[in-house]
């Protein structure tokens, strides 16, 4: 371990944390930063920087991802559900599918008016959002940015999967238009279109932070020192106490440690709610007691459908197949482009119910609907989107071709918890529930997502039946009833009517299927002290001096989309607030 001392000492290299150790460090060459990350260097790893090979991370014996395990879940059937996160430099940058997806401005101003937090509406980060990145899509787009480190392109390939999805939308869903950018943050993007992907145009590869804020020539930093495979434990205010390695700040520690790791550090720290800390013997420094609360996350489901051999999917890449896989490596190499530099999701929608579907979608809804998307019209319900591959263990499935209708909902009303379960074992897993399901309200939408989504799928060129081992359990004499054979229905064939018996079998398999989307967010909010806050608006823990939090845990609610974005955001404004504070110019 380092011995000296430090400025400033970000305890997490991923997201947020490698992008507030860049800014700060380039915007102010005298700082000494250190960063401390758990997991390893990733530069130049293929496995990372070719988009098609994100999948890789997912096997059970990654070690660029830490898997947490919950509690068993009634709601989940008994089933423990695993959420995995980055444990690497670049944390979910580095291992994520790449798909560029943006909040609605909303959701950044709720964070401003619901919560109190000066600063962080949708008019102040939106500058953000556009200094982080090159959109290489469309010229002159008043929300993207043209000058940022990280390249947003539609990839090097346009797989026939995400074609058909379009055409078929285009027919069979007349009441939705096509928008060219889904992710302006209005309402205009609620609309079917062409996904965006952090994938860099000009080379085809992953828009990760590690190699577009930290390694490089020109992003070289001879004031940050990294120090990988450094789990750090805790933040001692006094250092007088006797630990076996400690790194000290002079100026701030910031805790990037991610949704997961930031709560846990403070906890261990002593900052948290008192019998949570008296119960595994942590003296009890400051009191605070949502540190580990509010936990979130989207809930989503890749449903499996059998592909033609015609289908343009990763599946090959995926499997490893040595043949697929050098083709598409070669073509990679000499000119960025083809199925390595595709992330298979190539088109959706950010959808937003009509009046007819509302009704659809059921009772258990309607009480959601009205508290809290009725009066904001750029909120989503749910994201619904085409995937050229089958999303999972591929030795699980037969060597074949396949596409997936994919759909998570955007804001579930559960919200669940994580504390640690030991005072000094940092490995100690914690305990965790995030409590899917508890409320009927996301169910109701993720069995109406099922169903909904499988008129699409049925009508793509490339379908051929269900993969029936991962669709409900339909009886044979139902129209309902999946088979692992089939032709493309016509675009304006009948809707599949579901039987209050068909009904159940959905609900059935949305209990055993549902996962996570890999969003965590907010187990630190960022809210007022007397509504349970653990930082405030300049990221600071209440109740210390010298320690901010920067990563997604500070979420205090939901954003409509996936979350990279949102954690670079806060990566570039705790730089900002950072900068600001220390007198730094230039940020
Ligand atoms: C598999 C996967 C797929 C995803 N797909 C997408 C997508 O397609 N599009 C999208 O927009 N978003 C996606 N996301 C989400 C997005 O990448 C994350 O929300 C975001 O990267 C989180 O940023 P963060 O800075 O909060 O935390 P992270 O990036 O997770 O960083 C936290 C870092 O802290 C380190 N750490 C944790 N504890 C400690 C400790 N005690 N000591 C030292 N270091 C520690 C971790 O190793 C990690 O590197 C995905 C995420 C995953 C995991």
């Known amino acids: 371990m380092p011995e000296s001392t430090y400025d400033i000492i970000i305890a997490g290299g991923g997201t947020a944390g490698c992008v507030l150790a860049s800014r700060l460090s380039t915007a102010e060459p005298s700082l000494k930063i250190l960063v401390l990350e ?81 600063g962080w509406g949708s008019n102040d980060l939106i500058p953000l959002l556009k200094k982080s990145e090159t959109y290489q899509i469309a010229k002159d787009q008043e929300t993207h940015g043209y000058s940022g480190p990280l390249g947003v392109s539609y990839g090097g390939h346009f797989t026939n999967v995400g074609q058909q999805f379009l055409e078929v939308a285009k027919e069979y869903d007349k009441s939705r238009g096509k928008t060219n950018d889904l992710n302006d943050l209005s309402e205009k993007s609620l609309a079917y279109g062409r996904w965006q992907k952090w994938i860099d145009a000009t080379n085809g590869t992953r828009s990760d932070v590690p190699h577009h804020f930290i390694y490089g020539k020109e992003n070289d930093h001879p004031n940050l020192e990294i120090q990988t495979g450094c789990l750090v434990k805790r933040v001692i205010f006094d250092p007088s106490g006797p630990e076996a390695y400690t790194a000290k700040a002079s100026k701030l520690v910031v805790l990037s440690a991610g949704t997961f790791g930031s709560p846990q550090i403070l906890e261990r720290s002593g900052i948290g709610r008192r019998d949570v800390l008296e119960q595994v013997g942590v003296e009890p420094l400051v009191q605070l007691d949502e540190v580990g609360e509010n936990y979130q996350d989207h809930n989503v489901m890749f449903v499996p459908y059998l592909a033609s051999d015609e289908a343009e999917t990763l599946d090959g890449i995926v499997r490893n197949d040595a043949d697929e896989v050098k083709k598409w ?26 009046p007819e579907e509302l009704k659809d979608i059921g009772p258990e809804f309607e009480e959601t609907w009205k508290e809290y998307f009725e009066k904001a019209p750029d909120k989503p319900v749910l994201w619904i989107g085409a995937v050229s591959m089958f999303v999972g263990e591929p030795s699980s499935v037969p060597p074949r071709k396949y596409f997936s209708m994919g759909y998570f909902t955007t804001y579930p009303v559960a919200r669940g918890y994580l504390h640690i379960t030991d005072r000094e074992d940092i490995n100690a897993p914690p305990s965790f529930d995030p409590r899917y399901l508890t409320d009927k309200a996301d169910l109701a939408l993720l069995n109406w997502a099922y169903k909904r989504s499988r008129e699409f799928a049925r009508r793509l060129g490339v379908y051929q039946g269900e993969y029936t081992q991962a669709h409900p359990k339909f009886d044979e004499q139902s129209p309902a009833f999946c088979r692992d054979s089939g032709t493309p229905a016509a675009v304006h064939a009948e809707d599949i009517q579901y039987s209050g018996v068909d009904e ?49 845990s500070i979420c205090p609610s939901n954003v409509g989309s996936n979350t990279y974005s949102t954690a670079v955001t806060v990566g570039e404004k705790a730089a900002v607030i950072i900068a600001q504070e220390l007198g730094i110019a230039g940020l």
Not at 41 to 65: C, E, G, K, M, W
Not at 508 to 514: A, D, K, L, S
Not at 545 to 550: E, N, P, T, V
């Open 504 to 552: 159940e079998a959905v609900e059935q398999y949305t209990r055993e299927f549902v996962a996570t989307a890999w969003h965590s967010i907010g187990t630190c909010a960022m809210k007022p002290h007397e509504q349970g806050g653990v930082v405030d608006s300049k990221l600071n823990v209440y109740g210390t001096r010298g320690l901010k939090i920067a990563d997604l």
């Open 38 to 118: 758990a997991g390893p260097h990733t530069r130049n790893d293929l496995f990372h920087v070719q988009p098609a090979r994100y999948l890789h991370h997912l096997r059970p014996d990654s070690t660029t991802i830490k898997f947490y395990t919950a509690k068993h879940s009634e709601e989940l059937l008994g089933r423990q559900l695993v959420v995995p996160c980055g444990q690497c430099l670049g944390g979910g940058s580095s291992v994520n599918f790449t798909m560029y997806t943006r909040a609605s401005a909303s959701d950044y101003d709720d964070w401003e008016t619901k919560y109190g937090n000066a």
């Open 329 to 354: 490596d070669s073509i990679w190499r000499a000119k960025g482009s083809g199925l390595m530099s595709n992330n298979a999701l190539d088109a959706g929608i950010k959808l937003r119910p009509t």
